[in-house]
């Protein structure tokens, strides 16, 4: 079956603007996480949903980031007023069950975001 | 906190050599512990995870033990390929009992090139 995908697949903007980025899980999964794959800081984790809900924000960097995800399903990553350091490859995540340690969490191929 | 320390790549290889990558973590609670594998080009894959103390994960012909009295999750494989050229991702996830929501912390990532 389809597996997760994101979009857009590269994003190129303006120090300042506002930037959308896509997230469609794996039908039937709960749990949709996001990451950010940077060269200086590695993965690291930004915010879990468990079907609509987001439990857990704790990593994301600032006021300026911002998740939801409708209908259980799509999600949708806002980065606002974006700084070059917000540069990174933005990867999402899904899971069948979510919240539990030895769920396996299935990739998208990413958004890379360049801020100039 | 917890965190996942694996050892600094690139590792360059000949086909058929063998195959370490070692990885510890440190963790509050029981967690799960996996190798995610990102080739060029592609997004994160799970290559194998293991749920306990002492069992074992394998696949592709790579393996790993989770060790819980010396914390590791060291990456095995006796023969490798060009093909398993790639990027390696020691990873874990606590799920509520260890104050967490299942997101994985990763390693730092070991780029292995694998010479013919």
């Known amino acids: 079956g389809a597996g997760v995908s994101q979009s857009p697949s590269n994003k190129v903007t303006e120090k300042g603007k506002d930037v959308e980025l896509r997230c469609d899980p794996i039908?039937?999964?709960?749990?949709l996480y996001w990451y950010r794959q940077s060269l200086g800081q590695g993965l690291e984790f930004l915010i879990y949903?468990?079907?609509?809900?987001?439990?857990?924000k704790s990593g994301l960097p600032s006021d300026r980031f911002s998740a939801e995800r409708t209908g259980g399903s799509v999600s949708t990553l806002t980065i606002q007023r974006t700084q070059q350091e917000d540069s990174a490859v933005y990867l999402c995540?899904?899971?069948?069950?979510?919240?539990?340690?030895?769920?396996?969490?299935?990739f998208g191929p990413g958004t890379r975001l360049t801020v100039l | 906190g917890n965190s996942v320390t694996q050892m600094e790549g690139p590792v360059t290889l000949s086909e058929e050599a063998f195959l370490t990558i070692n990885c510890t973590y440190t963790?509050?609670?029981?967690?799960?512990l996996f190798w995610y594998v990102q080739y060029p080009g592609e997004g994160l894959q799970l290559l194998l995870k293991?749920?306990?103390?002492?069992d074992k994960g394998s696949n592709k012909g790579f393996e790993a033990t989770y060790r819980k009295e010396t914390t590791s999750f060291h990456l095995e494989k006796g023969s490798v390929q060009v093909s398993d050229s790639a990027v390696y991702f020691c990873?874990?996830?606590?799920?509520?009992?260890?104050?967490?929501?299942?997101?994985?912390?990763f390693g730092k990532g070991t780029k292995l090139s694998v010479k013919p």
């Open positions: 963790a509050t609670g029981y967690p799960s």
């Open positions: 990873a874990l996830s606590e799920g509520r009992y260890g104050g967490s929501q299942g997101n994985l912390i």
């Open positions: 293991a749920t306990k103390a002492d």
């Open positions: 995540a899904s899971s069948l069950m979510g919240g539990g340690a030895g769920d396996t969490q299935y």
């Open positions: 949903f468990q079907g609509n809900s987001a439990p857990d």
């Open positions: 039908s039937g999964h709960t749990a």
